[in-house]
Nanobody
Framework: QVQLVESGGGLVQAGGSRRLSCAASGRTFSSYAMGWFRQAPGKEREFVTAISRSGGSTYYADSVKGRFTISRDNAKNTVYLQMNSLKPEDTAAYYC?????????????????WGQGTQVTVSS
């Protein structure tokens, strides 16, 4: 079992940057594909980005491509989400997720473990 704890959320101005972290418990973090999702009030949870367990493959939603970067440090059991050029429409609760598999996954239902979320608010 994996426990995930996100951090790094907060209030940021439009055009600014923020880095989210997701720390995972357990000794087999490198065996898990990881993803970031977000959910705004009144909206469904949506895919943001995902990374394979090796870090060799990444996927991004079109809405964040070129602005957000996912990375992982398997030695630190942590996955990161670097967010640049933030927009008010990026405002949401951001969740990291994990699944014991090789490839990066883009559908929420494919993930087995979720963090509690961290709020990112982008002011205009």
């Amino acid at each position: 079992q994996v426990q995930l704890v996100e951090s790094g959320g907060g209030l940021v101005q439009a055009g600014g940057s923020r880095r989210l972290s997701c720390a995972a418990s357990g000794r087999t973090f490198s065996s898990y594909a990881m993803g970031w999702f977000r959910q705004a009030p009144g909206k469904e949870r949506e895919f943001v980005t995902a990374i394979s367990r090796s870090g060799g493959s990444t996927y991004y939603a079109d809405s964040v491509k070129g602005r957000f970067t996912i990375s992982r440090d398997n030695a630190k059991n942590t996955v990161y989400l670097q967010m640049n050029s933030l927009k008010p429409e990026d405002t949401a609760a951001y969740y990291c997720a994990a699944r014991y598999t090789i490839v990066a996954l883009t559908v929420p239902d494919e993930y087995d473990y979720w963090g509690q979320g961290t709020q990112v608010t982008v002011s205009s």
